[in-house]
T-cell receptor, first 113, second 112 residues
């Protein structure tokens, strides 16, 4: 079965620019997550979708970050405007539902200069 | 809210030696616990999970972990380390609706 696909793999932008990341989860997976992993730290959940509804976005900096999951499949995470501290790897994961394994994509490494 | 503490940000062992990576959790309800491995420039891969069945959980690549409720621990072990085990390991806890909360990670180095 195909895994979680993310693009791009790498992105370098200047501060105050905008950027978008794309995620295609495993087919049939209802739950989709976006995590931010800063160098040397564990992944931090930004937002969790169940189908196309938001389950948890308590740690999403809503003044600059936004995410959507159209039709309960693909998802896009956007940052506008970017700050230096947004430099991190952004991981997308999906799962069938509660208490099941989350499968991770390879991530997008964002560098803000 | 649930949380995870991984003791030791860096563990170094010799090839063939025992691997022990420590994880303690905090949860207000019976938790689900996970160990993930991350190789350089890769996403996270599940090693094993505890979901309230057997307290000793066996995973891939010869790893296993034991859930100890009294100690709120879920330590990861492997009897004999291999060079290919060098990676970053993350312990994670979930309460119900699978909001995975990760620890800070432990980097495992294997010495020849």
């Amino acid at each position: 079965e195909a895994g979680v696909a993310q693009s791009p793999r790498y992105k370098i932008i200047e501060k105050r620019q905008s950027v978008a990341f794309w995620c295609n989860p495993i087919s049939g997976h209802a739950t989709l997550y976006w995590y931010q992993q800063i160098l040397g730290q564990g992944p931090k959940l930004l937002i969790q979708f169940q189908n196309n509804g938001v389950v948890d976005d308590s740690q999403l900096p809503k003044d600059r970050f936004s995410a959507e999951r159209l039709k309960g499949v693909d998802s896009t995470l956007k940052i506008q405007p970017a700050k230096l501290e947004d430099s991190a790897v952004y991981l997308c994961a999906s799962s069938l539902g509660a208490v099941t394994e989350a499968f991770f994509g390879q991530g997008t490494r964002l560098t803000v200069v | 809210a649930q949380s995870v503490t991984q003791l030791g940000s860096h563990v170094s062992v010799s090839e063939g030696a025992l691997v022990l990576l420590r994880c303690n959790y905090s949860s207000s309800v019976p938790p689900y616990l996970f160990w993930y491995v991350q190789y350089p420039n890769q996403g996270l891969q599940l090693l094993l999970k505890y979901t309230s069945a057997a307290t000793l959980v066996k995973g891939i690549n010869g790893f296993e972990a034991e859930f100890k409720k009294s100690e709120t621990s879920f330590h990861l072990t492997k009897p004999s380390a291999h060079m290919s085990d060098a990676a970053e390991y993350f312990c994670a806890v979930s309460e119900g609706a699978q909001k995975l909360v990760f620890g800070q990670g432990t980097r495992l180095t294997i010495n020849p």
